[in-house]
């Protein structure tokens, strides 16, 4: 039974992931906590869509832009390795409630701008955007609704946005994964659960290439807000 909640969860996630550029942890963590811890869950979420994650980077690698993403991950990544060890200390419930009400607010924001997704963001509005992904990347293996806006405002096209945001996952997929295993989150006995989850994951994300196809650029932004905000919503009620 495990197996086929993992097989669905990557299924769904590498789906979404696919459409939108961020959201398969937030998918998979629905589902992936009623067989593993949270902590566990987060990091068999992130390895699962390694595959799925390689596989956007490969399809969009002439679109990179590495010095776009050095900076927002060093960031990132420097607020991340001091929060994936307060899981126990802080008060998980109302920090998700706080994110929730923070994407649903820029969800409902973006959805009705006709100008404001499209404008690069302010240096220190970026910063915010990055030290709170990084924080709750640590607690939850959820960092991506922000920096997918951060990197939809850099971004002149979809393949271009798709190229920054996937490596910028995967730089952080090797990262944060080396925190969690020298923690002893994530253990070698997860490893056959993986494996299952990410053939699930890749699947949904040759699923979506194809439907990426029929859509425009107009639709795919629009789609990614109101998912955001979907996300949003997640983290208010569930």
């Known amino acids: 039974m495990a197996w086929l909640i993992v097989l669905f969860a990557g299924f769904c996630g590498g789906l979404v992931q696919g459409l939108t550029g961020f959201g398969a942890v937030i998918i998979m963590m629905i589902f992936l906590p009623n067989i593993l811890p949270i902590d566990q869950s987060a990091g068999v979420?992130?390895?699962m869509m390694l595959g799925s994650v390689i596989t956007l980077v490969y399809r969009n690698r002439h679109e990179i832009r590495l010095t776009r993403i050095i900076i927002p991950f060093l960031v990132y990544a420097s607020v991340a390795t001091w929060s994936v060890h307060l899981g126990h200390v802080l008060d998980v419930h109302l920090l998700r409630m706080l994110l929730g009400g923070l994407l649903v607010a820029l969800s409902i924001y973006f959805t009705f701008s006709k100008r404001q997704g499209d404008s690069q963001y302010p240096?220190?509005?970026a910063g915010i955007f990055m030290i709170i992904s990084g924080f709750f990347n640590g607690l939850f293996g959820i960092g991506g609704p922000?920096?997918?806006l951060y990197f939809l405002s850099k971004a002149h096209s979809m393949s271009q946005y798709l190229a920054d945001l996937q490596t910028f996952f995967l730089i952080d997929t090797f990262y944060i994964t080396s925190?969690?295993?020298?923690?002893g989150i994530v253990t070698l006995h997860l490893v056959p659960l993986i494996l299952i989850g990410m053939v699930g994951a890749i699947t949904g994300t040759m699923i979506a290439a194809h439907l990426l196809n029929r859509l425009n650029v107009?639709?795919?932004k629009r789609l990614i807000y109101v998912f955001i905000g979907l996300s949003g919503l997640y983290y208010l009620f569930i």
């Open 45 to 47: 979420a992130g390895l």
């Open 123 to 125: 240096w220190f509005i």
């Open 146 to 148: 922000l920096m997918a």
């Open 179 to 183: 925190l969690r295993v020298a923690s």
């Open 218 to 220: 107009t639709t795919m």
